[in-house]
């Protein structure tokens, strides 16, 4: 059963459907699996935690996630055991290495990058169309990421 916490910024979008995926560090236990449901709640581990969907969604797709000291983001499309090989020693993996036990990767391009962003809940609110992604809202992003993540940064990217 994996379970999400998010950050207080984030829920007003993960309460009404606009945030379908989050971007996650390695955990040792929970390997997300495709089907599994995703279990979405606010304040895990504290006297206010709540459950933010009442119907936990299932979860649709599972890629690595590689955020270089460049901002350069590259998705790599990694089978489960796999994805549970490269868990266990993540640390020792550089880029190259990567690139050649997952053959299958994409190079995000800029509106790409700026679409990520946007999915994953960083919206500018400046003067701006709000259904179309900027480039504001991955200059969101990068400044969050850098504040509590360090770059390279290597995860998954789970999306429901």
């Known amino acids: 059963m994996p379970a999400y916490s998010f950050n207080e ?9 606009s945030k379908r995926q989050t971007i996650r560090a390695f955990r040792l236990r929970q390997v997300p699996r495709i089907g599994q449901k995703a ?19 299932e979860i649709k797709d599972v890629k690595l996630i590689l955020i270089t000291a460049f901002q350069e983001v590259i998705l790599f499309n990694a089978p489960l055991e796999i994805r549970e090989e490269i868990r266990t020693s993540y640390k020792k993996i550089s880029p ?7 053959p299958e ?32 809202d991955w200059e969101l992003m990068i400044k969050y990421w850098t504040k509590t ?7 998954e990217i789970i999306y429901w």
């Open 96 to 102: 190259f290495i990567l690139k050649k036990i997952v």
């Open 105 to 136: 990767y994409v190079y995000l391009l800029n509106e790409e990058k700026w679409k990520l962003a946007f999915d994953d809940g960083f919206r500018y609110t400046g003067n701006r169309e709000w259904d179309k992604p900027c480039l504001e």
């Open 149 to 155: 993540q360090s770059l390279p940064f290597l995860g």
């Open 39 to 57: 279990h979405l709640f606010f304040g895990m581990r504290t006297k206010n935690c709540r459950k933010l969907v009442e119907n936990s969604p």
């Open 9 to 17: 910024r984030f829920v007003p979008m993960v309460v009404d459907g």
